[in-house]
């Protein structure tokens, strides 16, 4: 039987794009006939303690010589001397979301170190997945062996058109905005919120959809900025949803808004056009090859005018709205499904299994 070890910081069924990325992957290989052995380390990368290193440590040695050990990028970059004891041994295999350099970056968070290390270890890797054709560019600076670099992007699950806020001909009833993203410095609340206490048209209101809880600092400053901005009757931090909660949201979406300032693929959008919702996004990861000019607006990274006033078009003009959903019910046809992606990741992995 065709073999991984999937190595991950935390538990695997956390709600993130990665985690939930690293959770299908894994369903998808083993509905294809792979064992996956999923090896959780502890929740302090990325700068591991001492004893998470040899909890780690403890896992690689347990793994037999010759085999394949895939390790999310959240761990793999913060380990290098672990990875350049076991490659030679073992068949390593970086799962790379994000580097982790750029993490840090645009979270303001300390660099020292974190980008020599990342490069050690990726120059160890035989191969190196990464989940969008964006992380390419950022994975220039570390000069890795390109001809092991392949591209594995996400799936979508098929799901039921949404209804929308089946708001009134007249106008009154608000137009539901809805963004799907855990709150923290990468996302882009802020400018989001920016963007729309710019706009006169007050006809709106926005739900934010995604974790309160793992970067508290951008939570409070997105609280901060929601009471300075007299939103507080229009915005609704709803914090983590599970599934019945979250397709209610979808549901009730009118239009999908995202002001990220980094994403590698942009998993929550095509959600939203699996859905049929028009999308109102920034253009990092493959947002603009998803909306394909027919879904959605898309505008430029950190650019506040150009997002108010995309949001502002949306909101006012009905058929451009109008227009925008059926373009979503176009695209959601054209969308890589969960089980489409785990055959390229085995089809990506099974020249090792003879290696």
């Excluded at 303690?49 to 390790?71: K, N, Y």
């Excluded at 092991?148 to 106008?171: K, Y």
């Excluded at 009154?172 to 882009?188: D, R, S």
């Excluded at 999308?279 to 090859?289: H, Y």
Aim: hydrophobic content about 45%; proline content about 6%.
């Amino acid at each position: 039987m065709r073999s991984i070890s999937l190595v991950v910081a935390g538990h695997l069924d956390q709600r993130t794009g990665g985690y939930i990325y690293d959770r299908r992957m894994v369903e998808g290989l083993r509905s294809g006939g792979w064992h996956v052995d999923v090896v959780e380390l502890p929740d302090d990368f990325p700068h591991p303690a001492p004893a998470t290193l040899a909890h780690a440590s403890r896992a690689f040695e347990r793994m037999p010589t010759g085999a394949i050990a895939v390790i999310d990028s959240l761990a793999f970059g913060a380990m290098p001397d672990l990875i350049e004891r076991e490659s030679p041994r073992l068949q390593i295999v970086a799962l790379m979301h994000l580097p982790l350099v750029t993490g840090a970056r645009l979270e303001g968070r300390p660099m020292d170190g974190v980008m020599e290390a990342e490069r050690r270890a990726l120059h160890c890797a035989a191969r190196i997945i990464v989940t969008g054709k964006a992380a390419l560019p950022l994975l220039a600076q570390y000069a890795p062996p390109f001809d092991r670099v392949i591209v594995v992007e996400p799936g979508t699950d098929r799901a039921p058109l949404a209804r929308g806020s089946r708001h009134a001909p007249d106008r009154m009833a608000p137009i539901e905005l809805l963004c799907v993203a855990n709150v923290n410095a990468i996302k882009g609340h802020e400018m989001l919120l920016d963007a729309l206490a710019a706009i006169p048209d007050k006809g709106w209101r926005l739900t934010c959809v995604g974790s309160l809880t793992r970067d508290p600092g951008t939570v409070e400053r997105v609280r901060t900025a929601i009471t300075r901005l007299g939103l507080d009757e229009r915005v609704l931090l709803a914090g983590e949803l599970r599934h019945d909660a979250l397709e209610s949201s979808f549901d009730r979406a009118d239009v999908f808004v995202f002001a990220a300032r980094q994403e590698t693929y942009g998993m929550a959008v095509a959600e939203a056009l699996a859905r049929g919702i028009p999308v109102v996004s920034t253009g990092t990861g493959a947002i603009a090859e998803l909306v394909d000019h027919e879904a959605g607006l898309v505008v430029p990274v950190d650019d506040r005018a150009a997002l108010a006033s995309a949001l502002a078009r949306v909101i006012r003009d009905d058929d451009l709205r109008r227009r925008l959903a059926e373009g979503a019910r176009r695209v959601r046809s054209r969308l890589r499904t969960w089980e489409e992606a785990a055959e390229r990741m085995g089809a990506v992995l099974d020249p090792l299994t003879h290696g």
